[in-house]
């Protein structure tokens, strides 16, 4: 059964991290360029970062470059969001998602749409207040 699964959300303060994780499952997960997409509450959604199937080429979003990091380990099938400097503005349910490499420039998988993926996560909340 194919599953993205993500997990690390939760509540911190102004200025704090958290690490997020996406598991798959049920794919060839090294194969597809991989995504975090997030949804403010009463927001659309917001493409945040992507990364390529090796991992040597990412991109982010400009509202989190420079605070976020996003990873991959092909032999865990697992995909990573490192975020520190958390604001109020970040609070937003973030999912992950795949795609079929369409073309080799990293740019080019700025998606924000669901309908842009092939598979998508269930979201994890990440909160951010004092």
């Known amino acids: 059964q194919l599953q993205l699964v993500e997990s690390g959300g939760g509540l911190v303060q102004p200025g704090g991290s958290l690490s997020l994780s996406c598991a798959a499952s049920g794919f060839t997960f090294s194969r597809y360029v991989m995504s975090w997409v997030r949804q403010a509450p009463g927001k659309g959604l917001e493409w945040v970062s992507a990364?390529?199937?090796?991992?040597?080429?990412?991109t982010l979003a400009d509202s989190v470059k420079g605070r976020f990091t996003i990873s991959r380990d092909n032999t865990k099938n697992t995909l990573y969001l490192q975020m520190n400097s958390l604001k109020p503005e970040d609070t937003a349910v973030y999912y992950c998602a795949s795609k079929w490499p369409v073309g080799n420039r990293i740019t080019y998988y700025r998606g924000s749409a669901r309908k842009f993926y092939d598979y998508w996560g269930q979201g994890t909340q990440v909160t951010v207040s004092s």
């Open positions: 990364i390529n199937t090796g991992g040597y080429s990412t």
